[in-house]
């Protein structure tokens, strides 16, 4: 069955520096988005994609941030200089239309 | 501010009981999820319910949708260990369709 993918599936790095999330969705689907989910919250939504161009986006994805789908298969998501609120679980989805989104198995970002 | 509160946020039942898990949203949406997720793991969709009055069933899980009521339940019929696991509801708050929010998530632990 088709999946979603995530890599790194940990990620350790230091306060200022970028990281880059990489997600593989699900090949037929036409929706992405980025999650986080600090240690033993709620899931928050970072960021929307469709038609290679972002649709929503929330308080949360500031300048900061920034996703691309480079070459039709990849969907990452970049953090330019992370700080210590950063650390948190994100997890990448897709979906076709109005079904459910198809969640990935997560990176765990440590800032520190 | 939108909110998507559910209750309660920690439940404790013996197998072999019923309960009900409460969604409240505070925006217009007929369009809600839930979600089930396991210690340390991803996001697995339970329920898609696309419309007011929409009643969808799995197994010991029936999940049910009042957009008028801005309301979503979660019952849970008979109990067993194996549902265990932190429960999410999440609404989907655009014309659009891609702009998601989560409830703050329901731990529950069934108790053999």
């Known amino acids: 069955e088709p999946e979603v993918t995530q890599t790194p599936s940990h990620q350790v790095t230091q306060m200022g520096q970028e990281v880059i999330l990489r997600c593989v969705p699900i090949?037929?689907?036409?929706?992405f988005y980025w999650y986080r989910q600090i240690l033993g919250q709620k899931v928050e939504f970072l960021v929307s994609?469709?038609?290679?161009?972002?649709?929503?986006k929330s308080e949360i994805f500031d300048d900061q941030f920034s996703v691309e789908r480079p070459d039709g298969s990849n969907f990452t998501l970049k953090i330019r200089s992370t700080k210590l609120e950063d650390s948190a679980m994100y997890f990448c989805?897709?979906?076709?239309?109005?079904?459910?989104?198809?969640f990935g198995p997560g990176t765990r970002l440590l800032v520190l | 501010e939108l909110k998507v509160e559910q209750n309660p946020l920690f439940l404790s039942m013996q197998e072999g009981k019923n309960y009900t898990i409460y969604c409240n949203y505070s925006?217009?949406?007929?369009?809600l999820y839930w979600y089930r997720q396991d210690p340390g793991k991803s996001l697995e969709s339970l329920f898609v319910?696309?419309?007011?009055?929409a009643v969808k069933q799995e197994g010991r899980l029936m999940a049910s949708l009042d957009t008028k009521a801005r309301l979503s339940t979660l019952h849970i019929t008979a109990a067993v260990h194996d549902l265990s696991a932190t429960y999410f509801c999440?609404?989907?708050?655009?014309?659009?369709?891609?702009?998601?929010?989560f409830g703050t998530g329901t731990s529950l632990t069934v108790i053999p």
């Open positions: 999440a609404v989907d708050i655009t014309y659009t369709g891609n702009q998601f929010y």
């Open positions: 925006t217009t949406s007929d369009r």
């Open positions: 989805a897709s979906r076709v239309a109005w079904e459910t989104q198809y």
């Open positions: 090949s037929n689907h036409l929706y």
């Open positions: 319910l696309l419309s007011n009055g």
């Open positions: 994609f469709y038609n290679n161009e972002i649709s929503e």
